[in-house]
């Protein structure tokens, strides 16, 4: 069964500061997807960034990107000049061919001013 | 544009009584999820629905049954609530591919 790991509970960093959230996972499929969701104070569930897994390339999207080291199974998000708008909690998601999109624990951002 | 929409929002229930979570999407997915989030625990999967007429058991669906009778629906039903079954709940569809999930808002489920 695979299983996705965010060791980090919370994490803090200073407004226009970078920060990198960290994201293991456990599959013996080859083919898959990774994702990070975004779900501020108002609870409304919003995608940051998407990777698929036969894609060597790291995706990007504006201030956010990710470090897919798929070997390691490692799934990190990296945030450039934070604001206080990110201020929320992280989740990393894997979905694979059985449908199953299955999520961390998360990971709550504070940006301080 | 509604996109998923969960009702209700809110709702108390005493321990033994039985409710249906509706969760409805207009963009016509293919795919339904229903999950609660729990305090450090995440997002944990309950019931899927590849189709209509099709579910699937997730992580966690002992307690909980669920219907997709029509392709917009997806009902979460709760037979006998128990104080462990309170939680937030979020449905969320996508299309066939390999796509994001599209959320509702979430119903907050207290049971006493």
């Known amino acids: 069964a695979q299983t996705v790991t965010q060791s980090q509970p919370e994490m803090s960093v200073q407004e226009a500061e970078t920060v990198t959230l960290s994201c293991t996972y456990d599959t013996s499929e080859n083919n898959y997807y990774l994702f990070w969701y975004k779900q501020p104070p108002s609870r409304q569930m919003i995608l940051v960034i998407r990777q698929e897994a036969y894609k060597q390339q790291n995706a990007t999207e504006n201030r956010f990107s990710v470090n897919f080291q798929k070997a390691a199974k490692s799934f990190s998000l990296k945030i450039s000049d934070s604001q206080l708008g990110d201020t929320a909690m992280y989740f990393c998601?894997?979905?694979?061919?059985?449908?199953?999109?299955?999520f961390g624990t998360g990971t709550r951002l504070k940006v301080l001013a | 544009n509604a996109g998923v929409t969960q009702t209700p929002k809110f709702r108390v229930l005493k321990t033994g009584q039985s409710m249906t979570l509706l969760c409805a999407q207009d963009m016509n997915h293919e795919y339904m999820y229903w999950y609660r989030q729990d305090p450090g625990m995440g997002l944990r999967l309950i019931h899927y629905?590849?189709?209509?007429?099709?579910?699937a058991k997730g992580e966690v669906p002992d307690g909980y049954n669920v219907s997709r009778l029509k392709k917009q629906n997806f009902l979460l039903g709760l037979e006998s609530a128990a104080p462990s079954q309170t939680s937030v709940y979020f449905c969320?569809?996508?299309?066939?591919?390999?796509?994001?999930?599209?959320f509702g808002e979430g119903s907050r489920l207290t049971v006493l």
């Open positions: 629905s590849v189709g209509e007429g099709t579910t």
């Open positions: 998601a894997f979905m694979s061919g059985t449908y199953k999109y299955i």
């Open positions: 969320a569809s996508r299309t066939g591919g390999p796509g994001e999930l599209f």
